[in-house]
């Protein structure tokens, strides 16, 4: 007995390594997308052979957005380069994993293979890419020259010296700012520096069922937000010609309905210079309340994790569903599926978004000049990238009229997020202090029917909120940027 | 002659400063895992403690505070969020290690006593059992994830069967029971092995004699097996509560944390504390008093499981 309890140990020894490779609390990494990316820098001509310009997809960006002032020739060819550019080659990660990373890889190599200065991207698409940024950090040269970054993460990344600001000198390759979005061109700046370049900017799209629209009777919705009124009417004719109206889910898809209708209401989660949680005021009862009637009154209830609350959309079992741009071109293949802006249920029209920007992890002026040209060159293509499912956040391709044709989700919504998208202020860790330690809990306790008194949820993790926002000012500075 | 004498006059020396002094071939011998125990596991540990007394962020060397006990205290603190989070949390990891634990342990050495028989196909049927624990975490949670979607193929054969859906992975317990399936599923074949080696140790004698005494199979299971089952029962036990105090990929996949942050494990907690937010400092007390618990836990469960075979 006593020689197989020594055994047992000697095992236990053996186990504990074993587990600590691959027990139930090992590695992981979200189930989402490809991982790696297949764009390498092999086969991408440099040299001379790379100055024949214009390849076949060139051609079809000539419409105004393309003409516009942005490089002096106004042409997507036509992108000037320092020569300091010349041959530089940038790996670039970016946290589209979907299809849209896809798009993004062709476009980075459409790129290299046609500007005439030998420059290489290579597009990495990357999960979880902010952990993957820290870790790449903590080590020497392990960091790629640049990453397309979520706009919300950008004063946390400067703060933790993962990215640096943009040269004037990139900056005046890009071209003229005034020809970007000017909300999410805003957010690129932290403590009176310009770490990123806005590429698009991310809004939430109504999508809907023509087929259940017409036989309930319901005309279609424009590029104009329906009005309250016209919202909760056609949700009653759809609910009586006996389909499921309406599909709320929780977590993503409450959490950014509520951030949208709060702004509508009058309110918002969080003051202007961010550094008070406000998600528990009066509005935020109300927009609270709204969802949870929307939700009662008209969804089966989908909840939990990888957006189950689109499955009875897709299903043509609900006929309305209000979720994220990178639905559009998976739910684009349905001849039934339309698009358009969500409704606006208050005084004023808000839509929760986001944005995706270039941030530089380099500070070499060659690779920094390389950088503005392939942005410079980007934005003028950004006809293709809203083909990807977002909105350019380049105005003359957002007000171009072949983007109807090109992308026509994108041109759905694309006027009303120009002016009502909400981005949070650029404080460090403040999404993490507003959503998961704020009112994401609470809106979902409320859905879900654990707790019942809307004002007491939102005034507890009000509470929990401020004590993040308090202890992130005290971690990393109260430099809150001057939010505009 | 000599020769000889002096061969035996040196083994004898050999033999003295063996038994008086200092003899490195033991050290040798255990080198090699005392490096990788004092790289990867003793350093970790004394860098984890020094780094809960700061204000620890890896990346920003120029905003590095000493806090004391601050980190400690906080968790303590009634009013701290950190508090909140990693009581709750605690509580989360425990409920799981209840309902995780029993089946982990009972359905192997039911499995292991099984496959123990002679059957045809029975190294086929080991094979099975224990093929899905050679997966990742990612690929197991995956698999169930998908599996308990509200449309997924879980709640389709409920529905054929007439019972009716359920919300899986966002409502509870369903959502525990959910991880605790994909859970069970995945890592039930290492248990399995151990306890299948275990009982072919046990001497066939010890059965032979019990039949002869006409003992049924149920007695025998009770009075011989599981009693020679006993001390690797008890390290089964020991690994399981461990590795199930760990968890964390499940519930990150399936889950998210949901709903209402209910399946937040510890690990769960400590992984958005230090990485998520990069408070490291804060994020090594928590696996500091984790550590300790576990710790003690591991003690009282070799105390008084592993007692009886000296009685």
């Known amino acids: 007995m006593k020689k197989t309890y020594g055994g047992a140990w000697a095992m236990l020894a053996v186990a504990a390594l074993v587990l600590s490779a691959c027990g139930p609390g090992g590695a992981t990494t979200r189930p989402s997308g490809p991982a790696t990316s297949p764009t390498g820098t092999a086969g991408t001509p440099t040299g001379p052979a790379a100055t024949a310009t214009a390849g076949p997809g060139a051609t079809a960006t000539t419409g105004p957005g393309a003409t516009a002032t942005m490089g002096p020739g106004g042409s997507p060819s036509a992108v000037t380069c320092p020569d300091s550019a010349r041959d530089q080659t940038i790996e670039m990660w970016s946290p589209l994993t979907g299809p849209d990373g896809d798009e993004m890889s062709a476009l980075a190599q459409r790129f290299s293979a046609e500007n005439e200065w030998g420059i290489t991207v290579s597009h990495v698409p990357t999960p979880d890419y902010l952990v993957a940024l820290t870790t790449a950090a903590a080590s020497p040269d392990q960091l790629p020259e640049a990453t397309i970054v979520r706009v919300i993460n950008v004063a946390e990344l400067a703060v933790r010296n993962i990215i640096k600001p943009w040269t004037d000198e990139a900056l005046g390759i890009v071209g003229d700012p005034s020809q970007l979005a000017q909300l999410p061109w805003e957010r690129g700046e932290y403590n009176g520096e310009r770490y990123s370049v806005p590429f698009d900017i991310s809004a939430l799209v109504m999508y809907y069922n023509k087929d259940m629209f017409a036989a309930a009777n319901v005309a279609e919705p424009g590029t104009e937000p329906w009005t309250r009124q016209e919202f909760e009417d056609a949700l009653t004719a759809l609910d009586d010609s006996g389909v499921q109206a309406i599909s709320v889910g929780t977590l993503f898809n409450s959490a950014t309905l509520f951030q949208s209708f709060i702004v509508q209401f009058g309110g918002s989660v969080v003051s202007e210079d961010g550094t008070t949680a406000t998600f528990n005021s009066a509005e935020g009862v109300e927009a609270l309340t709204y969802i949870k009637n929307l939700r009662d009154a008209h969804g089966t209830g989908a909840s939990g994790t990888g957006d189950p609350e689109v499955q009875p959309f897709t299903a043509e079992q609900a006929a309305i569903v209000i979720h994220g741009p990178w639905h559009i071109s998976n739910l684009a293949q349905n001849d039934f599926v339309g698009f358009a802006p969500i409704p606006q249920v208050g005084e004023q029209f808000a839509v929760w978004g986001g944005s995706h920007q270039l941030a530089l992890h380099s500070e070499d002026p060659a690779i920094q000049a390389a950088a503005g040209c392939w942005t410079s060159w980007f934005l003028q293509n950004s006809l293709d990238w809203a083909a990807a499912g977002q909105i350019p956040a380049y105005t003359p391709a957002r007000e171009n009229p072949e983007l109807a044709t090109r992308a026509p989700g994108i041109a759905a919504i694309a006027p009303s997020a120009g002016e009502g998208v909400v981005v949070l202020p650029q404080v460090p860790g403040l999404e993490g202090a507003l959503w998961p330690q704020g009112f994401e809990p609470a809106v979902d306790r409320i859905l879900l029917g654990e707790e019942t008194d809307i004002q007491a949820a939102l005034d507890t993790q009000a509470a929990a909120s401020q004590q993040v926002i308090d202890q992130n000012a005290q971690q990393f500075g109260s430099g809150a940027s001057p939010a505009p | ?311």
């Open chain 2, 1 to 311: 002659m000599t020769s000889e004498v002096a061969a035996a006059k040196s083994l004898a020396t050999v033999a003295a400063v063996q038994r008086r002094g200092f003899n490195i071939a033991p050290y040798l011998f255990i080198l090699p895992h005392l490096l990788f125990f004092a790289a990867f596991l003793a350093w970790p540990f004394f860098f984890g403690a020094y780094t809960s007394l700061f204000q620890f962020d890896f990346l920003r060397p120029e905003n590095r505070p000493f806090v004391g006990l601050d980190n400690y205290t906080r968790l303590f603190d009634p009013a701290a969020i950190q508090a909140a989070n990693f009581w709750r949390s605690m509580r989360a990891t425990v409920t799981f290690m209840i309902v995780s634990v029993p089946p982990l342990v009972i359905f192997a050495v039911f499995l292991a006593v099984l496959l123990n028989n002679r059957f045809g196909g029975r190294n086929f049927f080991r094979m099975v059992f224990f093929a899905p624990y050679t997966l990742s975490v990612t690929a197991a949670a995956v698999i169930w994830w998908w599996l308990f979607q509200n449309q997924g193929l879980v709640n389709q054969a409920l529905r054929a069967l007439g019972l009716g859906g359920e919300q899986w992975l966002s409502s509870m317990p369903e959502a525990w029971i959910a991880i605790t399936i994909a859970t069970v599923w995945w890592t039930i074949g290492f248990n399995t092995v151990i306890i299948l080696a275990a009982l072919q140790e046990i001497p066939a004698s010890l059965y032979e004699a019990a039949a002869i005494d006409g003992a049924s199979p149920a007695r025998r299971f009770w009075h011989i097996t599981l009693p020679m089952l006993r001390p690797v029962l008890v390290l089964v036990i020991t690994i399981t509560l461990l590795a199930s105090a760990n968890l964390f990929g499940q519930p990150y996949i399936m889950t998210a944390g949901g709903p209402t942050q209910q399946t937040e494990t510890v690990i769960f907690q400590i992984y958005n504390e230090g990485i998520r937010r990069g408070q490291m400092g804060s994020a090594a007390a928590m696996s500091i008093i984790v550590a300790g618990i576990l710790l003690v836990l591991t003690a009282l469960n070799f105390k008084f499981f592993g007692k009886s075979e000296t009685e």
